[in-house]
């Protein structure tokens, strides 16, 4: 193999998941002062910078990982394993011994409509800002919340299938 394997689209994917991580964790200069990261505000800034002269800056795997601890959610982790043509799911699904009621319906739709209008008025001039994209990820990962508990609910309280277990 002649090259890096890795794409330039899978590259920026991976400074975009430091940014989304960033942008979920709040402060840059409070995570650098409550040491949560062991790298400074530059190297952040640089590590999701879109610019050519940091092109080739990204945050180290023991960085990305506290910068996803801090952001509630495997952000990285998802960019890499999409990067090669993974998904990442937890290893715990969600229990819920709740059940499916017209209010939790409600919500996943309405978690699904901000997204949406999120999306459609990010994309309305035909093309999506670094903040605009944030503000959809940020929606996006609400409803994958809401879905992943939806299904938990529909399986833990599902009645069992006619003629199973006669």
């Known amino acids: 193999m002649i090259g890096r394997p890795s ?29 949560i ?29 506290d910068l996803d601890f801090a952001a509630g959610e495997p ?5 890499l394993a999409g990067a090669q043509n993974y998904r990442l799911e937890p290893m715990d699904a969600p229990i819920s011994d709740l059940p499916v009621c017209d209010r939790t319906i409600a919500r996943l739709g309405r978690a ?33 919340r809401k879905v992943a508990d939806m299904r938990a609910r529909l399986m833990r309280n599902a009645l069992p299938a006619k003629g199973a277990g006669e």
């Open 37 to 65: 990261v062991r790298v400074g505000e530059t190297a952040l800034s640089y590590c999701h910078s879109a610019k050519e002269e940091h092109a080739d800056r990204f945050v180290a795997l023991d960085t990305a990982l």
């Open 112 to 144: 699904v409509s901000e997204a949406e209008a999120c999306l459609y008025q990010a994309n309305d001039d035909g093309e999506i800002s670094a903040t605009e994209a944030l503000t959809a990820d940020a929606l996006l990962a609400v409803v994958e």
């Open 75 to 79: 952000i990285h982790a998802r960019a």
């Open 7 to 35: 794409t330039l689209q899978m590259r920026n994917a991976l400074k975009f998941a430091t940014r989304s991580a960033l942008f979920a964790a709040g402060d840059a200069a409070a995570l650098v002062r409550d040491k």
